[in-house]
C-alpha cells in the first residue's frame, strides 16, 4: 500500500463537524501514522470510526478514533436522536450527524413598520388614515426544526406598541359614558400633538424556511391581546408645554393578523394586516383593516 497520512484521513472524517458548524474551528492534532498497512473508515448511525490496522515499523500495531459531530443549538436546545431527547444549555452542542428534528428556544423579529387602515366617513376628516408600529414578535419563543433544520414552526410570546394620530387641529376626546371621539383644538395651538397608543402581547405561530445560507421567508398568524391603550393631547403656547393623557379606554381585546417576512442574513422586510377594528363597537372611530410595512431584524 502507499505511505498513507493517517493525519489527513482524521480530518477528512472530520468535514460533517465543518459543514454542520458552518465556521472554521481551531483543530488538533489526534494521531500521526506513517505508511498504515491497512485504514478502514466506517459510520455507524451519527458516529464515523477510523480504524488502522498496522504500520510500517509495527505490523501488530492497532488504533481507533471516534468522530461524533456537532449541532451548534441557539438560546436553549432540546436535541432529539430517535426516541431520546437530550437538553442542551447555551452553549453546548447537540451531538449529532443525523439530527433532523429538535427544539429551540430563541428570542427574534424586532420590527419598526409604517401603515395605514380604514376609518368610517364620520370621522375620516379628524382622524389621520397612517399609524405607525414597533415591537418584537417574539421576546420568546419555542421552534420545532424539521427538514435537517431548514424549516421550522415556532410559538413565540412578544410585544407590540402601535400608534394612531389626529388631523390638525382635532384632538381626542372621551365621553363620560366612555366613547372615543375628538374635538377641534383651538387653531392657535402650537406643536399640537394628539396620539392613540394601543400596546399588547401577542403570540405568533409562524412557519419559516430557509432559502440557502442567506434568505429566509416567513408567514404566520398572530393572536394580540390589546391590554392596554391611552390617548394624549399635548401643544405649546408662548410660555409653557401642555400635555394631557386619558387611559381606560375600551379597545378591542383579542384580535387576530397575519404576517409575511423576507430576510437576508437575518435583516429584511415585513408585511402584517388586522381586519379588526381597534375600538369595541360603538366605543370609538370604527378604524379597522390595518396593515403595516416595515423593516424587521433577527427574522431567520
Given at each position: 500500500m502507499k505511505k498513507i497520512s493517517a493525519l489527513l484521513?482524521?480530518?477528512?472524517?472530520?468535514?460533517?463537524?465543518?459543514?454542520?458548524?458552518?465556521?472554521?474551528?481551531?483543530?488538533?492534532?489526534v494521531k500521526v501514522v506513517d505508511t498504515p498497512r491497512q485504514v478502514v473508515v466506517t459510520q455507524n448511525g451519527n458516529e464515523v470510526l477510523l480504524h488502522i490496522d498496522g504500520s510500517a515499523t509495527d505490523p501488530g500495531y492497532r488504533y481507533e478514533y471516534r468522530v461524533k459531530p456537532k449541532r451548534r443549538g441557539r438560546l436553549f436546545t432540546a436535541c432529539r436522536e430517535g426516541s431520546e431527547v437530550e437538553f442542551h444549555h447555551p452553549f453546548s452542542k447537540c451531538d449529532s450527524a443525523?439530527?433532523?428534528?429538535?427544539?429551540?428556544?430563541?428570542?427574534?423579529?424586532?420590527?419598526?413598520?409604517?401603515?395605514?387602515?380604514?376609518?368610517?366617513?364620520?370621522?375620516?376628516?379628524?382622524?389621520?388614515k397612517s399609524m405607525c408600529q414597533i415591537g418584537v414578535l417574539n421576546f420568546v419563543g419555542l421552534a420545532y426544526l424539521f427538514n435537517q433544520s431548514r424549516s421550522r414552526v415556532s410559538l413565540g410570546v412578544g410585544f407590540d406598541w402601535t400608534q394612531y394620530s389626529m388631523r390638525n387641529p382635532y384632538l381626542w376626546n372621551r365621553s363620560d359614558d366612555g366613547v372615543v371621539g375628538w374635538e377641534k383644538g383651538a387653531t392657535d395651538y402650537n406643536k399640537h400633538h394628539a396620539l392613540l397608543s394601543v400596546y399588547s402581547l401577542q403570540f405568533p405561530l409562524m412557519y419559516r424556511h430557509s432559502l440557502g445560507k442567506r434568505w429566509g421567508i416567513a408567514a404566520g398568524a398572530v393572536m394580540n391581546w390589546h391590554c392596554y391603550?391611552?390617548?394624549?393631547?399635548?401643544h405649546r403656547d408662548d410660555v409653557n408645554d401642555y400635555s394631557v393623557t386619558t387611559h381606560g379606554l375600551h379597545q378591542r381585546k383579542l384580535s387576530f393578523d397575519c404576517v409575511a417576512m423576507v430576510t437576508w442574513h437575518g435583516i429584511g422586510a415585513y408585511f402584517r394586516f388586522a381586519p379588526q377594528s381597534v375600538f369595541k363597537?360603538?366605543?370609538?372611530?370604527?378604524?379597522?383593516?390595518?396593515?403595516t410595512l416595515g423593516f424587521v431584524l433577527g427574522g431567520w
Open positions: 484521513l482524521l480530518a477528512a472524517t472530520a468535514l460533517p463537524d465543518a459543514c454542520l458548524a458552518g465556521n472554521a474551528a481551531d483543530t488538533d492534532t443525523g439530527m433532523q428534528h429538535h427544539f429551540e428556544v430563541f428570542l427574534s423579529d424586532v420590527y419598526f413598520g409604517f401603515g395605514g387602515h380604514s376609518i368610517d366617513a364620520a370621522n375620516r376628516d379628524a382622524v389621520n391603550a391611552s390617548f394624549t393631547n399635548s363597537a360603538g366605543f370609538g372611530p370604527e378604524m379597522k383593516n390595518r396593515w
